[in-house]
């Protein structure tokens, strides 16, 4: 079973440019989430979808930050434009999104920095 | 809201010996989920354990288990017979059961085994 798919695995950017990350989660995983991790911290979540719906993105930046989730698959999260505490691994999991108790499958993050 | 605290930043344990890492939480709900995930340097977050909160009998996978306290709001992780692989992140999570899927993580705790 392919697991979850993340790209670039790494990206380092100047201050004020815009950048944007691709997240392809396991098929027929309903859930999707993005989330941030700062260097010592926990994961941070920025945007939940279920399908192509969004069911939470309370602590998404929304001046700088959009995700979008098309046809309820694959998904990318932007930054427009970019300041330098956006430094930071990115985060996409997915779970099938039946259950409360389901475990997140997680991909292996894009690491950014904000120079 | 919901809030999951890690007290522990970094700790260490000798190969074969037995480690705690402890989680509190926080929330207003009854019902919910409860998880420890590790992150290896690899960064790929994975699913050690997890509990629900309507069952008494502490969770056990292999050589971890966890002692669920519910009135304290306590969620620890025993570690027994700790392997050189063991050596990771620890995350406590939480999910309610509202059925947002909404996961919440902690800050992490750093374990390092010695051999």
């Known amino acids: 079973e392919a697991g979850v798919a993340q790209s670039p695995r790494y990206k380092i950017i100047e201050k004020r440019q815009s950048v944007a990350f691709w997240c392809n989660p396991i098929?027929?995983?309903?859930?999707l989430y993005w989330y941030q991790q700062i260097l010592g911290q926990g994961p941070k979540l920025l945007i939940q979808?279920?399908?192509?719906?969004?069911?939470?993105d309370s602590q998404l930046p929304k001046d700088r930050f959009s995700a979008e989730r098309l046809k309820g698959v694959d998904s990318t999260l932007k930054i427009q434009p970019a300041k330098l505490e956006d430094s930071a691994v990115y985060l996409c999991?997915?779970?099938?999104?039946?259950?409360?108790?389901?475990?997140?499958?997680f991909g292996s993050g894009t690491q950014l920095s904000v120079l | 809201a919901q809030t999951v605290t890690q007290s522990q930043p970094e700790m260490s344990v000798q190969e074969a010996e037995t480690v705690t890492l402890s989680c509190t939480y926080d929330?207003?709900?009854?019902?919910?989920?409860l998880f420890w995930y590790k992150q290896p340097p690899s960064r790929q977050m994975i699913l050690v354990i997890r509990?629900?909160?309507?069952?008494?009998q502490n969770a056990t996978e292999n050589r971890f288990s966890v002692n669920f306290q519910k009135a304290a709001k306590s969620f620890s992780l025993k570690i027994s017979d700790s392997q050189l692989g063991d050596t990771a992140m620890y995350f406590c999570?939480?999910?309610?059961?509202?059925?947002?899927?909404?996961?919440?993580f902690g800050t992490g705790t750093r374990l390092k085994v010695l051999a």
């Open positions: 999991a997915s779970s099938l999104g039946v259950a409360t108790n389901e475990k997140l499958f």
């Open positions: 098929s027929g995983h309903a859930t």
């Open positions: 979808f279920q399908n192509n719906g969004v069911v939470d």
């Open positions: 929330t207003s709900e009854n019902n919910y989920y």
């Open positions: 509990q629900e909160a309507y069952k008494q």
């Open positions: 999570a939480f999910m309610g059961a509202s059925g947002t899927y909404k996961y919440i």
